[in-house]
């Protein structure tokens, strides 16, 4: 099994924001104020998710991620290439996933296909390339996407990055929405045919189908914990069943955050104060941000409303719907330690707790890509590296033997550390810093 | 109040409804925002002294379609045709809000395919310094008092009717509300601004003083572009969709106008 280190969304909060935020601003996305935004603490926090990253890579998980959001206060990674290509640098072996880049909003797309070939190149073949559509907030509001179109440029940006990546020679691309007469990206990626493709997706049969369909894996990205997953998990592995795809869990990944320490009231004791700031201010997203018109398929829709009477059996469960846009699912979730934790957000406890609860979502879920949030809210360095040591010394070794009879046929190819280029030592000062 | 009649036109393969009522001369009226779910007080107004002819432009209630309109080219090439196809060349056209921005093009672009234009709200323009409402991202509960000034009255417009398809009724609204902003995402602005000077057929100018998506200074600024100026009516008692609160005085505006 594989445990990703995911680091944002969660692992990307600007971690000052005011205690009256939830009362004082409307919303943590789309139109968050400028003046809660510190440059010279952004300059720390930067440093410190790297550094964060990087420490996860020191410990022995798989991978590190990173992801991309707009005009956000709990992801403060617009341009997650950037955050990798820093990683490649300073990492050797751990695999670089980058979850990812939204495709509708690089014009050209084949911008993605060129950044992604470059993290693939400096890293020595590391890259994990994630296709999310991204959030209606990310896309329609901050970046003004047509939210009508994203899908139908979203797929054909898919298209054109594909064929930038394999095709051999030169070639003009007469897209609907993108037309570009010589498509001939420089640089290549190292990883033929391509690096693996991850698709973060929710509780749509058609991105599962699309998935399957190009053999990709499918990733549902919850902060709302594998409790509220089965639901969405049991879906589409129905669907995998019904398109003749074998139940290979690498297939798909889920995304969990978790806090580990060496007795459950110790656990208590640290994660409450960063899982309230997650789920109380990170998460605080207006709702007329949540959606769009188009921006759910019909298709979406009509499977939403058909299952209106199972919706409402969800609901008084106290916990969101599987169907409802992220946004409106943000404005109903739990917002303190106890609800956080009864309800399945937050995995944490002792190393036993922690590994007999991941041990019952992957097989629940039936998922080999486990991407852990680590750092959440606005969680210390210093606990961030507790966690992610704690959990690599005493729950990883338990969770690395599960679905060991499946090949993850879905995982990075890089190049033999013979052939992959030397990093020099790290010098650290220069001119500039000594001013 | 007696139906319509229901007639279906294609555009690009898909089906859009036109909705006739009346004798008379004809007056087409392309809806605003949200569409037609049903027939309204304001078209049986028309329908007294007119031939009322209402078809749907793609996307709207009774029509598909939208999603392969890409361009704001294929946007006026498909409504040109739609009115064409709905016996509407040559007539005095009414528009509302996202339709009244039809109107204007196509009295702009097309001048003898239009008698006398009368445009309530039209969308397509955006001032920077007056900036249109952001009609998409509203919750939903803020929609129906954006739009009306009795938010009850667009409740009751977009109301589910008894045997009506509990699943595809909510969708087509949701797909007006989409087709809208397939045309105008994310500011509205069209440009029209740049055509209106090719208009030259009379025209008259609605805005409901409590209209709350598009400030009443855009009136000015149409009737500005416009070579031989418009008549403004400020309709008292109204919102966005003047023809939903006050159809009795929007009606006698512009029957006074297309004479």
Not at chain 1, 61 to 76: K, M, P, Q, R, V
Not at chain 1, 393 to 403: C, D, I, N, Q, S
């Amino acid at each position: 099994m594989h445990g990703c280190e995911q680091a944002p969304p969660a692992g990307s909060a600007y971690t000052e924001l005011p205690d009256d935020f939830k009362e004082k601003h409307p919303s943590v996305w789309v139109n968050i104020h400028s003046s809660l935004f510190d440059p010279k603490r952004a300059h720390h926090m930067y440093n410190d998710f790297l550094d964060e990253l990087e420490y996860a890579a020191e410990c022995g998980y798989d991978a590190i991620c990173c992801n991309e959001h707009h005009s956000n206060g709990y992801g403060l990674m617009p341009s997650p290439n950037l955050i990798a290509t820093a990683l490649a640098r300073r990492t050797t072996d751990t695999a670089i996933c980058v979850m990812g880049n939204s495709l509708a909003l690089y014009n050209p797309p084949t911008r993605v296909a060129e950044e992604f070939a470059m993290i693939d190149c400096i890293s020595g073949g590391r890259l994990i390339a994630g296709f999310p559509v991204g959030t209606p907030m990310d896309t329609t509001f901050a970046y003004g996407q047509n939210p009508s179109q994203l899908r139908e440029r979203y797929n054909e940006a898919h298209d054109l990055v594909m064929r930038a990546w394999q095709e051999k020679e030169t070639f003009a691309f007469n897209g609907r929405f993108n037309q570009q007469r010589y498509v001939n990206i420089w640089p290549r990626p190292i990883q033929e045919p391509h690096p693996p493709i991850w698709i973060p997706g929710a509780g749509s049969v058609e991105t599962w189908r699309w998935a399957a369909e190009r053999d990709y894996v499918f990733c549902y990205l919850s902060y709302y914990g594998y409790k509220m997953a089965r639901n969405v998990m049991t879906g589409f592995w129905a669907e995998m069943d019904r398109l003749g795809k074998d139940r290979n869990p690498y297939r798909a990944g889920f995304a969990q955050v978790v806090g580990v320490a060496e007795t459950r009231q110790q656990a208590m004791d640290l994660y409450t104060e960063p899982a309230e700031y997650f789920y109380g201010r990170c998460l605080h997203v207006d709702p007329r941000f949540a959606s769009p018109p188009g921006y759910t398929t019909e298709a979406t829709q009509r499977a939403g409303l058909e299952s209106q009477v199972k919706m409402a059996a969800e609901a008084s469960n106290a916990g969101p719907s599987t169907q409802a846009p992220s946004a409106m699912k943000m404005q109903m979730l739990a917002r303190d330690m106890k609800g956080i934790v009864d309800n399945g957000y937050l995995i944490t406890g002792s190393p036993d707790d922690v590994t007999e609860q991941l041990m019952d979502l992957a097989k629940t879920l039936n998922i080999g890509q486990l991407m852990l949030l680590m750092q959440f809210g606005n969680m210390s360095k210093d606990l961030t590296k507790y966690n992610t040591r704690l959990f690599a010394e005493t729950v990883m070794p338990r969770l690395k033997p599960l679905f060991d009879e499946w090949e993850n046929k879905w995982w990075p190819k890089p190049l033999r550390v013979s052939e992959r280029a030397s990093l020099p030592a790290f010098a650290g000062s220069s001119a500039v810093a000594a001013e | 109040m007696s139906e319509p009649t229901t007639t279906t036109v294609d555009v690009n393969g898909h089906a859009c409804r036109v909705w006739t009522k009346g004798s008379g001369p004809k007056i087409g009226f392309l809806a605003g925002f949200g569409g037609l779910p049903r027939w309204i007080p304001f078209l049986d107004r028309l329908a007294e002294s007119r031939t009322v002819i209402a078809p749907s432009m793609p996307g709207f209630p009774g029509a598909t379609g939208h999603n392969i309109l890409d361009t704001h080219l294929d946007w006026l090439v498909a409504v040109k045709g739609l009115l064409g196809q709905a016996g509407l060349d040559g007539a005095d056209l009414v528009g509302s809000s996202v339709g009244a921005s039809f109107v204007a093009e196509v009295a702009a672009l097309w001048p003898q395919s239009v008698r006398r234009i009368a445009m309530i709200a039209p969308f397509g323009l955006f001032d920077e310094k007056d900036p249109a409402t952001d009609i998409w991202a509203q919750r939903g509960d803020d929609v129906p008092g954006l739009l009306c000034a009795n938010p009850q009255i667009y409740k009751d417009l977009k109301a589910m009717p008894p045997g009506a398809n509990s699943v595809e009724w909510p969708i087509e609204q949701t797909r007006a509300s989409e087709a809208a902003a397939r045309i105008f995402w994310p500011l509205q602005n069209t440009k029209l601004e740049r055509r209106l000077p090719l208009i030259t057929a009379p025209t008259l100018l609605i805005w409901g003083e409590g209209d709350r998506v598009i400030p009443r200074t855009y009136a000015d600024k149409i009737a500005k572009a416009i070579p031989g100026g418009a008549k403004i009516t400020t309709v008292a008692g109204a919102g966005h969709l003047a023809e939903l609160d006050q159809p009795d005085a929007v009606a006698k505006a512009v029957l006074a106008h297309v004479g």
